[in-house]
């Protein structure tokens, strides 16, 4: 299968990283463009695969199609490549707020769209994504699709109506957990850790603690009283977090992240 991606930037090459890395497809069989010289020459590079500068010749020449530009270019880029795009071509978006309905209505024809929210872990193999699909992706063409998303991470169907508190909870979500690192590491540097030293503690507790709740089911709250021993360290911490408000904090920001994911 040949693969397209239009636009080449931090989301794309997490996810090429991911399906090379597992081999779904060659890097000969992705095709992907970008518009300087530089930048082409860079993925090729990194990457291995071919790029053009030219977003209609990917239509032409491949069968599934990622639209990876920022969400501002999607109506121009749609309305570039709308001519070739092909009955039988599955096009996936990974764009915030650009609903199946309003693709359809920027293409003016019937197009197989699914539509996706992933995240940048994709590009070690532990992405999340969610996807939906209109009605013209057949069972066969969604398998294909969810194939190639499980080979960066994770991937579920949602309905559509969820892709913006999918937005706050898996696409965003990578920012302020780095947020969260880094202030945990400047703490620890504050505290004497060499700051090396101190990122390579606090991503493996972060890891760590994921895959404890992952892999229990366990509820947080549960998980949480496990650490707080009476009168000990813990209870102290999160006492403070609380007085400063992380929980509010974060539902807020997540709140907002929403609203403009909309
Ligand atoms: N970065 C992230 O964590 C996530 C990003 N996304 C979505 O992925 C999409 C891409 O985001 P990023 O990769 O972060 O942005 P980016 O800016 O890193 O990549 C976009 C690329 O598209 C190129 N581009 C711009 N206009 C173009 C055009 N007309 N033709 C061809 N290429 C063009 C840019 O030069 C750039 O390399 C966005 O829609 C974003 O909302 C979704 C989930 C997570
Ligand atoms: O910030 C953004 O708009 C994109 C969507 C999810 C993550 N990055």
Redesign the pocket.
Known sequence: MKLGF?????????MIGGILAKKVVEPLDVLG????RS?REKRERELGICMT?D?REVVRKTELLF?????C??Q??IE?IREDIREEQILV????G?TLEWLQEQFGKPVKLVR?????PALVGEGMTAFCANSLVTDKDLETVRTLLESFGRAEEVEERLMSTV?AAS??S??YLFMLMEAMADAAVAGGMPRAQAYEFVAQAVKGSAVLMEKTKLHPGVLKDMVCSPAGTTIEAVRILEREGLRSGIMEAMRVCEEKAR
């Open positions: 239009i636009g080449v930037g931090n989301m794309a090459s997490a463009s970008a518009k300087t930048s500068k977003n639209l990876a530009v920022k969400p270019y999607y121009s880029v570039e978006t990974v764009a915030p650009k996706t929210m992933p995240n940048t937005v696409g965003s990578p920012a």
